[in-house]
């Protein structure tokens, strides 16, 4: 959305849409990548991406139930995912305004830092919790989980795209 | 008279005490999970309505599975077989050495007097994955309540013991691996019955012997296995083999490491076993349960009616 590119009207979102694509992304999360560690948290990217389109619609309270759902999926602590997810939303909605000013690029940047510092806070939970620190391959899985962000904003944003017309017949 | 501006934008509280409300309620679950473990139901709730999804996330692998082992070569099934028939007469023969074991150290206990354990048939269970926490040592199996699974029982595979059920659902239940950090297991060294605890090492993959005198009879090589005091694990289960000892002058503990026996984080499938024996009651609840016997409260209450009377 930057001064100098043009910009197209996007149709209303539905909230259904916005309802499935977090349950896929639910999904994707419980899927048993064969190297966890790189798989990155398909829920914090959706939620990000819902965050910084949609900052009216998906909030704080939508970050921490997705979280509470995904602790009790993984096994981990009771709340590590819902704190994790509601300060995610929480810096999400607050640099929408700016994120949405950059290219698709430059909007991933912004979200890999978002991210890094969602996994940052995980581990400051667990290590406060007496957990040994799995080392620093903990930060390969944000770093792809921003590389995603294009295709996300592309699937995500498709529904939402009207198609062009072409009116031959139009006088403008 | 007062009064404010009338609302335009209605927005709720403030974006900042929004975050201030949810932080702290994710961070009071935080401590009441990790601390006094009073979020258990909430927990069970939130996996019910988890476990569609969890299932249908399941589901590709296995298809997969299937399909490749529909097409896996015959050679190499053939020559699958004869190793498992080779493995079968090995077994056959330990077996029947075992119940002849088993039947002369029953006829022992009879003599002596102590009280026969019963044994039960393990569940076997497959592993469906690894849990999603790269902090913790799980795997989730795909055997539940709904099969008897119980929390607390012990899994092993065909070696030894792999780890314990720390959590259970319908269809599933956790097994927290024996390298798992936080995990301990009852331990007897197998050569000169010396008893030890031994605990995960985290991502060492090794279990490490805590507490242990540095003039400790233990020495590299020595096998490990279950004591079976807890009551939870079966006795004589291969637990690990010592594969380091550090004798320090400057500790009163020695260091010592040892490498799992069982295939802990490779291998697909495992037995899980129940605990053996109810477990006996704690004192204090034994003589509560003989305090509400009604033969030992009649006296007391003969003593309070003379007390009135008197």
Known sequence: MGPDRPQRILLPVRVSWIVTSFA????????????AALAPDFVALTLTFWCVRQPRLVGLGVAWLLGLLSDAGSGALLGQHALVYSLLAFAAITLSRRILW???????????????????????????????????????????????????????LAPQRRPIEVDETRPL | MEHSPPPFFKRGPAPLVRLAFFASLSLALLVLDARFRYAEGLRQALALAAQPLQALAVLPGSVVDRIAGYFSSQVQLRDENAGLRRQLVDASQSVQRLQAALADAEQLRRLAGVAERYRNRGIPAEILYDARDPYARKVIIGRGT???????????????VVGQVTRTHAGAAEVTLLTDKDQAIPVQVQRNGLRAVAYG??????????????NA???????????GLDGLYPPGLRV????????????????ILCQPAAGVERGRFVLVLNAEAPQTPYPEEAGAQRERDPRGGKPRRAHRKAADGA
């Open chain 1, 24 to 35: 896929a992304a639910l999904l994707l999360n419980f899927v048993p990548w064969h190297p």
């Open chain 1, 102 to 156: 950059f290219s698709v690029w430059g909007q991933a940047l912004h979200v890999a830092v978002l991210l890094l510092f969602a996994q940052g806070v995980a581990a400051l939970v667990r290590l406060a919790a007496g957990a040994d620190f799995p080392g620093w391959s903990l930060f390969a899985a944000p770093l792809l989980g921003a590389a995603l962000w294009p295709v996300a904003s592309l699937l995500l």
């Open chain 2, 146 to 160: 709904q099969h008897g699974v119980r929390a607390g029982s012990a899994v092993v595979d065909e070696i030894g």
């Open chain 2, 201 to 214: 090492g985290g991502l060492s993959g090794l279990l490490e012997l805590r507490y242990m005198a540095a």
């Open chain 2, 217 to 227: 009879e233990i020495e590299a090589g020595d096998r490990l296995v279950t004591s």
């Open chain 2, 240 to 255: 690990a083999t010592v594969v380091r000892v550090e004798r320090d002058a400057a500790n009163s503990f020695a260091r």
